[in-house]
């Protein structure tokens, strides 16, 4: 028996079995969201720079009082050694998540600053073709506010929720399987 290569199909066996599934699946076009939406990601992320800014602060403030911190034996000396390399690498983790957090205000400013001044988006969200027509006419062109960087779709609410600073969905996750 010869074996065949795995279906890599991007449809799943019933939409290629049913030609109207499939074409309905073609019609679906892509949502962005609505002015509520984007003010409530930009909430979002104004609280989680406020708690990361209190993390950082304590976490400077315990990196402090370590460095101040004498010593007797070799082995506290050593402990002491190892606490600092840990603050310091968390406190240097949590100022990249800052600027990201930073750079996606950015980004959802531009997209409120262009979209909602030539389209009314509070009551339905608008196409994102529209989004990224609208972003070309304003000569912006950076990477938009929960349209993902690697693939271009929609990045989905529940992940924006969770980290509302992602350039990207879960399609590397999807794909490297």
């Not at 799943?12 to 962005?32: G, V």
Request: include cysteine; glycine fraction near 2%.
């Amino acid at each position: 028996m010869i074996n065949q290569p795995p279906n890599h199909s991007l449809w799943p066996r019933s939409t290629l079995l049913n030609p109207k599934k499939r074409s309905a699946k073609l019609n679906a076009r892509p949502c962005y969201f609505t002015k509520r939406e984007l003010l409530n990601f930009q909430q979002l992320l104004a609280e989680k720079k406020r708690e990361l800014v209190e993390d950082m602060n304590s976490n400077l403030e315990q990196l402090q009082i370590q460095n101040t911190k004498e010593s007797v034996s070799h082995t506290e000396r050593a402990m002491d050694e190892i606490t600092q390399e840990m603050m310091v690498s968390l406190l240097a983790r949590e100022n990249k998540i800052f600027h990201a957090i930073l750079d996606a205000e950015q980004r959802l400013e531009a997209v409120l600053k262009f979209l909602v001044v030539k389209y009314n988006t509070t009551s339905s969200p608008p196409l994102l073709k529209t989004v990224l027509r609208a972003a070309r006419q304003a000569g912006y062109h950076g990477i938009i506010y929960g349209v993902c960087a690697s693939c271009g779709k929609v990045i989905e609410k529940e992940r924006l929720v969770i980290v509302p600073h992602t350039k990207q969905c879960t399609c590397k996750v999807r794909y490297s399987g």
